[in-house]
């Protein structure tokens, strides 16, 4: 089975400096791993993802994931937040070897930054 | 930039009666997607379409559940007899062929009195 954890509710983060948002995966073979945001009222903007090849991925929005398979992690990370970032951001995962095409999503970390 | 789309925003219904939920997803987009967001709980997954057929679905999705795809471009939810607990958000979401990523519209919030 697979299976996604996001171990802090929410983050807090000042305005200019870093953030990140963990996140780490449980799945049988080799997953392909995704980041989205929701905002107030709208619905999941799909952020990165990783699939394979390099293991730090660049998104939208300045945003970037680091794959560790020992860790089985894939935290969310942005060298300067801005207030702008403010949402809830979700990390989903997909296990290819099962032949799933289904998402599953972790309970989500809100993300705030203060200005 | 396309994008998928839900209607209504929000539907109010009372315990028993039929709803449909409406989904446009992207143009070229083959596969289709249907997940739902109980408040405060995660995003699950509820079933997978794909050459107008079911090609996955979850233990949630039974048999008051079905999805058809009754046209060109609209991809429909219709839960046939509502229960309190499916009060929730329900996202539509599609993917393209040989992409990984699905992309979702903003959801329809249904309410269940």
């Known amino acids: 089975a697979q299976s996604v954890a996001q171990p802090e509710d929410q983050v807090n983060v000042a305005e200019g400096n870093p953030l990140t948002v963990k996140c780490t995966y449980s799945v049988s073979g080799n997953p392909y791993l995704f980041w989205y945001v929701q905002y107030p009222n709208r619905g999941l903007q799909f952020l990165l993802k990783?699939?394979?090849?390099?293991?730090l991925v660049k998104g939208s929005y300045g945003f970037e994931a680091e794959f560790n398979k020992s860790q089985t992690s894939f935290h969310l990370k942005k060298p300067s937040a801005l207030v702008s970032d403010s949402a809830l951001y979700f990390c989903?995962?997909?296990?290819?070897?099962?032949?799933?095409?289904?998402?599953?999503f972790g309970s989500g970390t809100r993300l705030q930054v203060q200005p | 930039e396309p994008e998928v789309t839900q209607t209504p925003s929000h539907q109010v219904t009372q315990m028993g009666q039929e709803v449909i939920l409406r989904c446009v997803p992207i143009s070229n987009h083959l596969y289709f997607y249907w997940y739902r967001q109980i408040l405060g709980q995660k995003v699950e997954f509820l079933v997978s379409?794909?050459?107008?057929?079911?090609?996955?679905k979850s233990e949630i999705f039974d048999d008051q559940f079905s999805v058809e795809r009754p046209d060109g471009s609209n991809f429909t939810l219709k839960i046939r007899s509502t229960k309190l607990e499916d009060s929730a958000m329900y996202f539509c979401?599609?993917?393209?062929?040989?992409?990984?990523?699905?992309?979702f519209g903003p959801g329809t919030r249904l309410t269940v009195l």
């Open positions: 379409f794909y050459n107008n057929e079911i090609s996955e």
């Open positions: 979401a599609s993917k393209e062929t040989g992409a990984n990523e699905q992309f």
């Open positions: 990783y699939i394979t090849g390099d293991n």
């Open positions: 989903a995962v997909r296990d290819p070897d099962t032949g799933r095409r289904a998402l599953t």
